[in-house]
């Protein structure tokens, strides 16, 4: 998730600026009102961070979980909104001094490093919970990366999708076909730069990870990732020295627009609404940042194949996840099996710009009339993963990795150019064993 314009805010544009320390906002901040940021007793506590559009969202989130009226013993909820800005310090330090919630909404990696830290308590009696209400409905593939050794570390309930979008106007405006593949891509991209227009946007200043999604998602797409099958860290490989040539033959085309390497997600969204953009990867609630009258201007496109046929994109499995410092274990269970039921008002409302991932949503009036979150749901995500796309589950290091400095440093040097694409990775493949290795510490 990223900041696209001022009615969208999502996690993923924070990520860049987390490790920034500021314990001082954390916990007290995140208090509202109560005297430790964890459960008090008789009362569940749920961190929720702030998801979809900001307020509006915060607002519609406080007010279902108000509307929780627990039966058979279970204790009630109390609900908190937590912000973006150092949200790692803040669940961490509550880690260390057991003052986590019951429940939380938060980073797409971060209960599979608690898990193995020991503060997440496994999901698995809720995942049986949920297959005894038939409430188990969940897209093909999305539980399953929740999935550990220790069983399942969080379940998910909504999703942050990568998919190309294009402004049909600007390509006729070229006289460019939608690309397919890779070398159509350069071709309409190529046709994009003669009449002024960026054909991949990009924001790779230091408050964002837009850029490094699409640069994930490019190596996903072309059968490459940072990680092997087993989990480690591989990223000089020839699928992504592929991925890597790629978008140097873009950058010196003048497909990238060179200052993206200090755009901001407002930079970048205002080049989009603008016309200056005409293609790039971006979440599949991109439209919702035009005005209404150019929302169908931008189409979303059907998965496009990487050089050796491959189709793919990076996603994040927004998770819920439990503490072990609940006052009741099976309350917190029976809690969040309530708010799955419940969180279909998040896109009926219009407050969720992330993708649902449960198969009733998606089914939904609001999602079946959107051509865009259509082609999103039906060709997008069966071919999505995560940061770890050559495994077949998710571990702590991906926690690890996700939006730091190395991943930022890596995609600006890639827009700067001067570099092998090889030299890149390499450098790369050492920063990342320095963080991974610093944090077992």
Same mark, same amino acid.
Request: glycine share 10%.
């Given at each position: 998730m990223?900041?696209?314009?001022?009615?969208r805010?999502?996690?993923?544009?924070?990520?860049?600026v987390?490790?920034?320390?500021?314990?001082?906002?954390?916990?007290?901040?995140? #208090? @509202?009102?109560?005297?430790?940021?964890?459960?008090?007793?008789?009362?569940?506590?749920?961190?929720?961070?702030?998801?979809?559009?900001g307020?509006?969202?915060?607002?519609?989130?406080?007010?279902?979980?108000?509307?929780?009226?627990?039966?058979?013993?279970h204790?009630?909820?109390?609900?908190?909104?937590?912000?973006?800005?150092?949200w790692?310090?803040?669940?961490?330090?509550? #880690?260390?001094?057991?003052?986590?919630?019951a429940?939380?909404?938060?980073?797409a990696?971060?209960?599979?490093?608690?898990?193995e830290?020991? @503060?997440?308590?496994a999901?698995?009696?809720?995942?049986?919970?949920?297959?005894?209400?038939g409430?188990?409905?969940?897209?093909?593939g999305?539980?399953?990366q929740?999935?550990?050794s220790?069983?399942?570390?969080?379940v998910p309930? @909504?999703?942050?999708?990568?998919v190309?979008?294009?402004?049909?106007?600007?390509?006729?405006?070229a006289?460019?076909?939608?690309?397919?593949d890779?070398?159509?891509?350069i071709?309409?991209?190529?046709?994009?730069?003669k009449?002024?227009?960026?054909? /991949?946007g990009?924001?790779?200043?230091?408050?964002?990870?837009?850029?490094?999604?699409?640069?994930?998602?490019?190596?996903?797409?072309n059968?490459g990732?940072?990680?092997?099958?087993?989990?480690?860290?591989?990223?000089?490989?020839?699928?992504?020295?592929?991925?890597?040539?790629?978008?140097?033959?873009?950058?010196a085309?003048?497909?990238?627009?060179?200052?993206?390497? *200090?755009?901001?997600n407002?930079?970048?969204?205002?080049?989009?609404? *603008?016309?200056?953009?005409?293609?790039?990867?971006?979440q599949?609630?991109?439209?919702?940042?035009?005005?209404p009258?150019?929302?169908?201007? /931008?189409?979303?496109?059907?998965?496009?194949?990487?050089?050796?046929?491959?189709?793919?994109?990076?996603?994040?499995?927004?998770?819920?996840?439990?503490?072990s410092?609940?006052?009741?274990?099976?309350?917190?269970?029976?809690?969040?099996?309530w708010?799955?039921d419940?969180?279909?008002?998040?896109?009926?409302?219009?407050?969720?710009t992330?993708l649902?991932?449960?198969?009733?949503?998606?089914?939904?009036?609001?999602?079946?009339?959107?051509?865009?979150?259509?082609?999103?749901?039906?060709?997008?995500?069966?071919?999505?993963?995560?940061?770890?796309?050559r495994?077949?589950? #998710?571990?702590?290091?991906?926690?690890?990795?996700?939006?730091? @400095?190395?991943?930022?440093?890596?995609?600006?040097?890639?827009i700067?150019?001067?570099?092998?694409?090889?030299?890149?990775?390499?450098?790369l493949q050492?920063?990342?064993?320095s963080?991974?290795?610093?944090?077992?510490?």
């Amino acid at each position: 998730m990223q900041l696209n314009g001022p009615a969208r805010v999502s996690r993923r544009g924070f990520l860049a600026v987390s490790g920034a320390a500021a314990v001082t906002f954390g916990l007290a901040a995140c #208090a @509202s009102g109560a005297s430790s940021p964890g459960s008090t007793s008789g009362t569940l506590k749920f961190w929720d961070m702030v998801w979809g559009t900001g307020t509006t969202y915060t607002a519609k989130a406080k007010r279902i979980v108000n509307g929780y009226a627990p039966s058979g013993g279970h204790l009630g909820v109390r609900y908190q909104s937590v912000p973006w800005a150092n949200w790692n310090q803040v669940f961490t330090s509550a #880690a260390a001094s057991k003052t986590t919630p019951a429940v939380a909404s938060g980073a797409a990696f971060l209960p599979f490093y608690f898990l193995e830290q020991g @503060s997440v308590v496994a999901a698995d009696d809720l995942v049986k919970l949920l297959d005894r209400n038939g409430t188990n409905d969940f897209l093909p593939g999305v539980l399953d990366q929740m999935k550990t050794s220790k069983g399942y570390a969080a379940v998910p309930w @909504s999703m942050d999708l990568r998919v190309l979008w294009v402004r049909r106007s600007l390509l006729e405006k070229a006289g460019a076909e939608a690309p397919t593949d890779w070398d159509s891509f350069i071709r309409a991209g190529e046709a994009l730069r003669k009449v002024g227009v960026i054909g /991949l946007g990009l924001a790779a200043g230091t408050t964002t990870t837009d850029a490094q999604h699409t640069v994930s998602a490019l190596m996903i797409n072309n059968g490459g990732g940072m990680f092997d099958a087993d989990g480690n860290l591989d990223c000089v490989t020839e699928r992504n020295i592929q991925t890597l040539d790629f978008l140097g033959e873009c950058r010196a085309k003048g497909i990238i627009d060179p200052h993206a390497i *200090s755009y901001t997600n407002t930079n970048l969204a205002n080049d989009w609404t *603008s016309g200056h953009v005409g293609m790039g990867f971006n979440q599949t609630g991109l439209d919702k940042t035009f005005r209404p009258d150019q929302q169908a201007d /931008l189409e979303v496109v059907s998965p496009i194949k990487g050089p050796h046929g491959d189709t793919g994109t990076v996603y994040y499995i927004n998770p819920l996840m439990m503490f072990s410092t609940t006052p009741s274990q099976q309350s917190s269970e029976a809690f969040l099996a309530w708010y799955l039921d419940q969180i279909h008002q998040y896109w009926t409302s219009g407050v969720e710009t992330d993708l649902p991932v449960k198969k009733s949503i998606t089914k939904l009036p609001v999602i079946q009339n959107n051509k865009n979150l259509v082609k999103s749901v039906d060709e997008w995500q069966p071919v999505g993963k995560t940061i770890g796309a050559r495994t077949d589950h #998710a571990f702590a290091a991906l926690n690890t990795v996700d939006g730091g @400095s190395a991943s930022a440093t890596f995609v600006q040097q890639i827009i700067q150019g001067g570099q092998s694409s090889k030299r890149l990775l390499e450098t790369l493949q050492t920063s990342l064993e320095s963080v991974i290795k610093k944090k077992k510490k």
